[in-house]
């Protein structure tokens, strides 16, 4: 069927290697980002959050940096698994507002 | 978990009819939305709701409406559809305005208009 993802970036990884997919946000505003994982036929998939007052937070095998200096989001991945293969967005929500401007999206393919 | 249930994975509909995709989540969140995604074009917001009987128009609203009657139920419809809403579309709900919580997302319904 029809791909989400044509015509997006990829990042090719080895099995077992650490991933780093990086976002550019656009709005200086923005104080909440969150990244996305979509599968395949699937809907986006919450990964993990953070706020603007934090420049890193941990998940399971996930960590996401901030760097608010260059506008700056990214994504790693521990260990990285088959299973990761997907494609990553991320989002922001500028001040004061509620709705969420996505990134075009980043796919990850995982090589065994 | 939250979950985010869209009634249709997959839809095929004739150009001029009227379509309606259904959306229920189960977390009383109250903020639903209506996306679309295309290939190359990223996540485009549709409509929005922040409450009961309540709408927003998004980026993208020409050509679609909705109806939340219930507030765990978020109805997109075509009212006249064409082939150039051909596209998936995503539902999503969060928590109220004022507090950062994530969309969560639905699987998606894919329509074909023909």
Same mark, same amino acid.
């Given at each position: 069927?029809e ?5 997006l970036p ?9 991933s780093?997919i ?49 506008k700056?989001?990214s ?9 990761d ?21 980043t796919?990850?393919?995982v090589?065994? | 978990?939250?979950?985010?249930? /869209? ?8 150009t ?8 229920? /989540?189960?977390?009383?969140h109250?903020?639903?939305f209506?996306?679309? /995604?295309?290939?190359g ?23 679609y409406?909705v ?17 150039? /809403? ?18 969560h ?10």
């Amino acid at each position: 069927g029809e791909s989400v993802g044509l015509h997006l970036p990829t990042l090719s990884v080895q099995e077992g290697d650490n991933s780093i997919i990086n976002c550019a946000y656009s709005n200086s505003a923005s104080d909440y980002f969150i990244w996305y994982k979509q599968e395949s036929g699937k809907g986006p998939q919450f990964i993990i959050d953070i706020r603007s007052n934090m420049d890193k937070r941990q998940g399971q095998r996930v960590t996401v940096l901030l760097n608010k200096t260059v506008k700056h989001l990214s994504l790693q991945i521990a260990a990285t698994q088959p299973g990761d293969s997907a494609v990553y967005f991320c989002a922001e929500k500028p001040g004061g507002y509620n709705k969420l401007i996505f990134g075009a999206g980043t796919r990850l393919a995982v090589h065994p | 978990d939250v979950k985010v249930t /869209q009634s249709s994975r997959y839809l095929v509909k004739r150009t001029g009819e009227k379509v309606f995709l259904e959306c229920v /989540q189960d977390m009383d969140h109250e903020n639903m939305f209506w996306y679309r /995604q295309d290939p190359g074009l990223g996540l485009r917001l549709i409509y929005f709701s922040y409450d009961v009987k309540m709408k927003e128009k998004g980026d993208i609203p020409e050509g679609y409406s909705v109806s939340r009657e219930k507030k765990e139920r978020f109805s997109l419809i075509l009212e006249s559809a064409s082939t150039n /809403q051909t596209s998936m579309y995503l539902c999503a709900s969060s928590f109220r305005t004022g507090r950062d919580s994530p969309l969560h997302f639905g699987n998606g319904t894919r329509l074909t208009v023909t």
